[in-house]
Each structure stands twice: as C-alpha cells, then as structure tokens.
C-alpha cells in the first residue's frame, strides 16, 4: 500500500494566510467599487444631471410641440426619475384629444412622449370660427381657428346639441376615405319627421339630403350613384327613404336606383 504525503502544519500556513488575504482584497474592492457607485448615483440624483434636458414628442398632428410639452408640465427642473408615467398619461388624456400615450425614459435625462390623437373627423363653424370636431365627438375649443379649413369637411348651421355633433362625428368616421374626401359640408336640416337630417354639399357641385340614423350606410353608395347619372347636370340626390336624383335645374325627378 503507498503512502500519502504528508504535509506539516508549518507549510500550510503560509498558503492559508495567501488564500485570506486575497479573499481580504477581494472583498476591500468590491466595498471600495460599491461605496464609489453610491456615491456616483448620489450625486446624480442629487444634480441638475438627472433634471430633464430632452423632451421627445412623436405621434402628434393636433398638438404642436409646444402644446404638449405645456401640457405635460414638464421642463428642466424636473427631476427625471420623479416624473409618475401613469399620471403622466391621464393628464395628457384629459386635454381631450389625446386618446393615448406612451411616457418612456431614456437614460441620462431623455423623457419621450409617443402619443395617439383622436382623428379630427370635421370643423363646426361656430361665430366665423372653426373648432375641430373630434371622433369621439368631442370639440377643441382651444383649437379654434378663423381660417376657412380645407383638410375636413365643414358642419354648418348647427346647434349645440351634444347628441346630435356627436352622431354626426361617428357617421362621418365610418365613411370610406373616397366618399369622406368627396364632402364639403354638412349642414344640419332637421325636420319635424326627422330630427336626424342633413343636408351634405359634396366637392363635385352636387347635393345630398340623408338622415344621420343611417348616413354612413347609404352615403357608401354615392359613388356608385354618380356613376349613373349625368355628370354634366349637378343636383340634389335624397337619400333619406330610397334614392333618388333631382337636377337643380329641372322640376322632374329621375330616378336613380341604388
């Protein structure tokens, strides 16, 4: 049977001070690499390193820069990890035409804001003002302009009746973007019979007389309807019941099907 090795007390020793020793190092860097980046993060958080220099703003057409930069309430004395996202993006919401937004901070002092407007669906001429009407049918009273607007249609002659902007803003978002493009104005025409009547004046010189309860649904038609007719006579096409066509310089109708 071989014999083990034997090693004496005395020669252990010395390797076992080495081995404490460099565990000794070890352990004084990694306190000295801690305690230096607590001291980096205090003096970060503590200086105008962490305030907000950069403001990021994407997704906006409503809302200038500026307007959503006021909205937000943010600027350089902030404090960028103070700022509550959640907060952040209710208030945004609350402007009105905001539907949502996406609050992220980028290290060091970056805060971004992608947001997601309500489409503006038409203008309501209030006074020689337009407001922008909104999908959800609200209006930007903020937003008001005194130029005639020409990238929506225009609603005239209406009351402030909340029921009735807001029917008019969901019809005219369902509409396909031809038929939606094709109109220039919407002006409200109640009836006794019908308390939902429009009258809709369309870019080509035509006329359009329906009723909100079904706007959308037979508005798809209209293309459809002015491929039939003579498009060298404008006139009025009634959508309320059936449909049907009347030149503006004739007393006839002429019937136009569907």
């Known amino acids: 049977m071989e014999k083990g090795k034997v090693v004496s007390l005395e020669d252990r ?19 000295l690499l801690l305690f230096f ?27 200038s820069f500026e307007d ?15 700022i509550k996202k959640d907060k952040l993006t209710e208030k945004l919401k609350d402007s009105g035409g905001i539907k949502s937004a996406k609050i992220s901070i980028v290290f060091p002092n970056t805060v971004h804001i992608d947001v997601k407007e309500y489409r503006k669906i038409a203008y309501f001429e209030v006074k020689n003002e337009f407001i922008p009407l ?18 929506a249609p225009i609603i005239k002659d209406m009351k402030s009746d909340d029921k009735v902007i807001k029917k008019i803003g969901e019809e005219l978002n369902k509409l ?17 019979t019908d308390k939902w009547r429009v009258t ?17 649904d037979k508005m798809q038609h209209y293309p459809s309807i002015i491929s039939q007719l003579n498009t060298d006579k404008k ?9 049907y066509f009347k030149a503006f310089d004739s007393e006839g109708e002429k019937k136009s099907e569907e």
């Open 13 to 31: 020793i010395p390797k076992l001070k080495e081995q404490r020793r460099r565990k000794a190092n070890r352990r004084l860097i990694f306190l």
């Open 37 to 63: 980046l607590i001291i980096v993060c205090v003096i970060y958080f503590q200086s105008p390193l962490s305030h907000v220099k950069n403001i990021e703003i994407t997704g906006n057409r409503l809302y």
């Open 235 to 243: 006139g009025v096409i009634d959508l309320e019941v059936g449909s």
């Open 68 to 82: 959503l930069e006021k909205m937000s309430g943010i600027n350089s004395k902030i404090n960028i990890w103070t």
């Open 176 to 192: 396909s973007a031809e038929v939606y493009n094709a109109i220039s104005e919407v002006r409200y025409t109640p009836r006794n």
């Open 134 to 151: 909104l999908e959800n049918g609200e209006m930007l009273q903020d937003r008001a302009m005194t130029n005639s607007p020409y990238d």
């Open 200 to 216: 809709v004046y369309m870019n080509d010189g035509n006329q359009v007389l329906a009723s909100l309860s079904s706007f959308s």
